[in-house]
């Protein structure tokens, strides 16, 4: 899922503000440095950020879609290469657990129903 886009409210409230004012006076001065273009200057500064932000936001869920699809693809050549190593050497080999895998003389009995435990041995009462 795509990470959401910001848009400021504030940005657009000064925008409308500010064409609003510029029919007044382009050149609106209330004092203290209150001017319309430098309020105009602080609205662009604030559009052009947040224009760099959501572009960051893209390439970021990009980057985030490309390291998605090659961990995809180093599952899918992990479980490939043990199948090869299996294949090539046999599941119950010393090559195959070296590789990662458990081999069948190793593995735990119990997937269907039947006890992990060794049938000589009781369980402590």
């Known amino acids: 899922m795509a990470r959401r886009k910001r848009t400021s409210q504030v940005l657009e409230k000064a925008a409308r503000r500010a ?3 510029n029919s007044i006076d382009p050149k609106l001065d209330v004092g203290n440095g209150l001017t319309l273009p430098a309020y105009s200057r602080l609205i ?3 559009r052009n950020q947040e224009n760099i932000y959501n572009s960051a936001l893209t390439n ?3 980057l985030y879609r490309t390291m998605l699809e090659t961990e995809r693809q180093l599952a899918d050549m992990t ?3 043990l199948m090869g190593v299996g294949a090539k050497y046999g599941k119950s080999s010393i090559e195959y657990g070296m590789a990662g895998g458990v081999p069948k003389n190793q ?3 119990g997937l269907r129903g039947e006890s992990p435990t060794p049938t000589n041995e009781q369980p402590p009462t």
Do not use: N, P, V, W
């Open 19 to 21: 064409a609003g004012m």
């Open 44 to 46: 662009e500064s604030l």
């Open 60 to 62: 970021l869920d990009k």
């Open 79 to 81: 479980e490939h290469i």
């Open 107 to 109: 593995r735990r009995k």
